[in-house]
């Protein structure tokens, strides 16, 4: 758990959170675009079909909200930040301000919880209200960072997924699954390579440990941080060679079940 107190709305409006368009935006969409395509493929396997309600819970400014919609799920979102809730309603979809104690639903076919438990103080009350929301034997996809993985250990501190203070708690894979069965969930499947996060994060991770500040690349996209011609360089010199050795840390790591973020679908017992 991270001690403290809770971060205010304040801390999802700026720096990680921030609404301005990143360096290489073109190329940042399109990869969103494609990573994407894993929470909608896990979904479809679990017998999701055309028309099937779905309910992102923490949809942010709307993304898997229509990559969903797209696929012909029947896709809404709730976000607690009136900023991303309002930019998604801008774009034309469903996406509701409201945290999950404020929101109400029932005969759900899935939810979503996409990089959503680990901001929660409470995950075992949020997954039980979640459960309230689904018809008998719906399906839950969640998404969590993986303490225990080897990126982890190779970034220590400077891991990207720690995000304190927004991120509140961290599960392993073990633990993941017996929150799940608390809340009365039957664990089907769990996949230890996300594309959206896993190779990038490892690859951020070595160049952490070669000088670079941690998750650079993410916060230089982001406009974060300033450009210096000393960590442009380093990133130049490097981060090329270290692309594919993180590709293959990362693979060999999610087949021994310790990749950086996973991915797990369960079912309504």
Do not use: C
């Not at 919609?69 to 900023?83: F, N, V, W």
């Not at 840390?249 to 679908?265: D, K, M, Q």
Request: aromatic share 6%; charged share 20%.
């Amino acid at each position: 758990m991270t001690g403290g107190e809770p971060p205010g709305e304040e801390a999802y409006e700026s720096g990680t959170y921030t609404a301005q368009a990143p360096r290489g935006a073109k190329l940042v969409r399109a990869f969103q675009r494609l990573v994407d395509a894993q929470p909608v493929g896990l979904l479809r396997r679990a017998g999701l079909g055309e028309g099937a309600r779905v309910l992102d819970v923490g949809a942010g400014p709307g993304r898997l909200v229509a990559s969903l919609r797209q696929a012909g799920l029947d896709a809404s979102g709730i976000e607690p930040s009136a900023r991303s809730a309002g930019r998604a309603r801008a774009a034309g979809l469903p996406v509701a301000k409201a945290s999950i104690a404020e929101h109400r639903d029932k005969e759900l076919d899935g939810a979503v919880l996409w990089h959503v438990l680990e901001h929660l103080d409470d995950p075992l009350d949020s997954l039980r209200a979640v459960a309230g929301w689904l018809r008998p034997g719906g399906v839950l996809l969640v998404g969590v960072p993986n303490p225990a993985s080897l990126q982890a250990r190779i970034a220590g501190t400077d891991w990207f997924h720690w995000d304190v203070p927004r991120h509140r708690l961290h599960l392993t894979p073990g633990g993941l699954a017996e929150l799940l069965g608390r809340a009365g969930f039957r664990l089907e499947r769990t996949s230890h390579f996300v594309l959206e996060h896993n190779p990038f994060s490892m690859w951020m991770a070595l160049l952490s440990r070669l000088g670079l500040p941690p998750a650079y690349v993410f916060q230089l996209l982001k406009r974060n941080v300033p450009v210096k011609a000393s960590e442009l360089a380093l990133l130049g010199l490097a981060g090329p060679p270290l692309l594919p050795v993180a590709m293959a840390l990362e693979s060999a790591a999610a087949a021994a079940r310790g990749g950086g973020t996973v991915a797990a679908i369960a079912r309504l017992t």
